[in-house]
């Protein structure tokens, strides 16, 4: 296990979706679409349709099935919360395990940092919706971004993983700016 992964593949994978990840953060932000009932069923369900757009492109979700099922239980989180809000969700496709693994570990490193905010989201929609608010898809974030960590090491082609990373922020960025195209949800 590397120590901290000074040049490995997270800090790889890292440095290549900076900026693209800075981009998603402005437009999320510059949204506020956690402020309404409406933008945070928005935010929900552009959040929902990226992870089918990513399905489709990468013929899966996950590395392999263990990572997979922690994909599920995020798709499950996501489409109870719009259920909840009344957003017209659709079931999601169950998570399969993407036919180049080394793909699946770029996705996966995406999906699973898009949780590492959560719980700063969570309070902010609280603040803003009040309590009662479904918040499940936010508090997901729950440190598996460790587990992660290690788990890149079993990536056997970094390049595909770097650039499966790329393709999916630039699949949310997509669906995060079609969403938010006027700074607010469109309709």
Do not use: K
């Amino acid at each position: 296990m590397r120590s901290g992964d000074p040049g490995g593949l997270r800090s790889r994978l890292h440095a290549a979706t900076r900026e693209l990840h800075r981009r998603l953060d402005l437009t999320v932000e510059g949204a506020a679409p956690l402020s309404s009932p409406a933008g945070y069923a928005a935010f929900l369900t552009a959040q929902q349709h990226a992870r089918v757009a990513l399905q489709g492109r990468f013929g899966g979700l996950a590395p392999d099935a263990a990572w997979a099922a922690r994909m599920d239980a995020h798709g499950a989180a996501l489409l109870g919360d719009l259920r909840e809000l009344r957003a017209g969700a659709v079931d999601l496709p169950a998570a399969s395990v993407a036919p180049d693994a080394s793909a699946g570990w770029g996705v996966v490193y995406v999906l699973e940092g898009s949780t590492l905010g959560g719980p700063v989201l969570r309070r902010r929609v609280a603040a803003a919706l009040g309590p009662r608010v479904p918040v499940r898809f936010l508090s997901l974030g729950d440190g598996s971004i460790r587990r992660l960590g290690v788990d890149l090491e079993a990536c056997r082609d970094p390049e595909s993983a770097v650039a499966a990373a790329v393709g999916a922020f630039e699949v949310f960025l997509a669906v995060f700016g079609a969403t938010f195209s006027n700074g607010r949800p469109d309709p």
